[in-house]
């Protein structure tokens, strides 16, 4: 069975930092684009960028929105993907939402549950 | 950026009938090298994460009952529910990959007349 379980959510001041992990079992990591969506109260979703299968360079693409201040990186060796956000602002409050792309291009096959980051001093 | 806008942004339909959903994108996801296009459509539930329904504009996913069809090319698409169903009471989005940053409509919010 598929699993994508994000964690690492919190309250956090603006600011500061806060990483969120998203640990994969049930399908090959490794080949697969790891991707982070959030959604703000009330909002609509909201591509946050994602990190390219090593087969593909392992490279990574950000919103406009993050760039510079979330970095995305993965361990294949242990099945996770990490969030790294710094320079935290009120307006990243939502759920982040982890998610699976086969390939180098393809829409979004596989979901975490999300996990709630509220920024907030 | 690509603007993905949906219509409408919310649909209510009866048990049993047929509902529309129509998205429209800023510019072509149709990559002519390959004939495709670079649409996905989702269904969101409430405590819940979203749920592949639809790639590639028209395949539909392993699991996904087949009253959930998708059609369209280019710059616009439609997701179809054939017969609504309780179960469906949902938002739908509709979301490009044709190139960075991804983006997503604005969703439609389907509820039973």
């Known amino acids: 069975e598929v699993q994508l379980v994000d964690s690492g959510g919190g309250l956090v001041q603006p600011g500061r930092s806060l990483r969120l992990s998203c640990s994969g079992t049930?399908?090959?990591?490794?080949?697969?684009?790891m991707a982070w969506v959030r959604q703000a109260p009330g909002k609509d979703l909201e591509w946050v960028g994602f990190?390219?299968?090593?087969?593909?360079?392992?490279?990574?693409e950000y919103a406009a929105s993050v760039r510079g201040r979330f970095t995305i990186s993965r361990d294949d060796s242990k099945g996770v993907a990490y969030l790294q956000m710094n320079s935290l602002k009120t307006e990243d409050t939502a759920v982040y939402f982890c998610t699976a792309s086969f390939g180098y291009k393809n829409s979004l096959g596989y979901w975490g549950q999300g996990t709630l980051l509220t920024v907030s001093s | 950026d690509i603007v993905m806008t949906q219509s409408p942004d919310s649909l209510a339909v009866s048990l049993g009938e047929r509902a529309t959903i129509n998205c429209k994108s800023s510019q072509t996801i149709l990559y002519s090298s390959n004939n495709k296009n670079y649409l996905a459509w989702y269904q969101h539930k409430p405590g819940l994460p979203p749920k592949l329904l639809i790639s590639?504009?028209?395949t539909r996913e392993s699991g996904v009952p087949d009253r959930f069809s998708g059609s369209g090319s280019g710059t616009d698409f439609s997701l179809t529910i054939s017969s609504l169903q309780a179960e469906d009471v949902a938002i739908y989005y509709c979301q490009q990959f044709y190139t960075t940053p991804w983006t997503f409509g604005q969703g439609t919010k389907v509820e039973v007349k």
């Open positions: 049930g399908f090959r990591f490794a080949d697969y684009a």
């Open positions: 990190i390219r299968a090593n087969t593909y360079g392992g490279t990574t």
């Open positions: 590639w504009a028209s």
